[in-house]
């Protein structure tokens, strides 16, 4: 079924912030990327860009958040260290297809507009947590104990993040090849026995 409009141009507003930032990203590139009306814009985002922007930081942090939960359900034995590298190798997949020119858009938004709007750094704060909070489940699921699944998910996105940016960077895997190899002991370790 054809996304609506509206739902168009959230999922757009997100793609072009991963490549061009929020600054970068105009309103008329997101109605022309997502094919959409004209004035619809204004219709479906009274709030203007901010809101647009923050539905579609929120939206990508959703999306971020079912990755985590899919990669754990299909691990036939999981542990935390393989889903880690499960995240990573979705990212590294991406970068290299996309020839490491889209980054994560929570990271564009909360580094674009943290000073200067309370609105979207407080819809990427709630994105980032939207995310992390399946990647402590998940953690608990696999044996970790509840008060460090909460601080490993925040490392574990924090390494990915840095790692993409690296990446990103760099033009090279390498960044995401080597937070995977030195963190995934650690967080195997951290399961209770």
Do not use: N
């Not at 204004?42 to 929120?58: D, I, T």
């Not at 990271?107 to 000073?115: F, L, Q, R, W």
Request: proline share 6%; charged share 25%; hydrophobic share 45%.
């Amino acid at each position: 079924m054809p996304r609506s409009p509206r739902e168009r141009m959230v999922f757009s507003a997100a793609q072009l912030i991963r490549t061009q930032g929020v600054s970068g990203t105009g309103l008329r590139d997101v109605v022309a990327h997502a094919e959409a009306p004209r004035g619809s814009l204004q219709h479906y985002f009274p709030g203007g860009k901010e809101q647009l922007v923050s539905e579609a930081v929120a939206w990508a942090g959703g999306y971020a958040a079912r990755r985590v939960r899919r990669a754990a359900r299909k691990m036939a034995e999981p542990t935390p260290g393989r889903l880690f590298a499960a995240m990573v190798a979705q990212w590294r997949d991406e970068l290299v297809a996309d020839e490491f020119s889209m980054g994560c858009p929570l990271v564009a938004v909360a580094v674009d507009t943290a000073a200067v709007s309370d609105g979207m750094r407080d819809a990427a704060s709630e994105a980032f947590t939207g995310w992390q909070r399946p990647t402590a489940e998940a953690l608990r699921e696999m044996g970790v104990p509840a008060a460090r699944s909460e601080s490993l998910a925040v490392l574990m996105i924090s390494a990915l993040e840095g790692a993409i940016v690296l990446a990103r960077a760099h033009r090279d895997t390498a960044p995401l090849e080597s937070v995977v190899t030195e963190l995934r002991p650690m967080l195997d370790a951290a399961v209770e026995r």
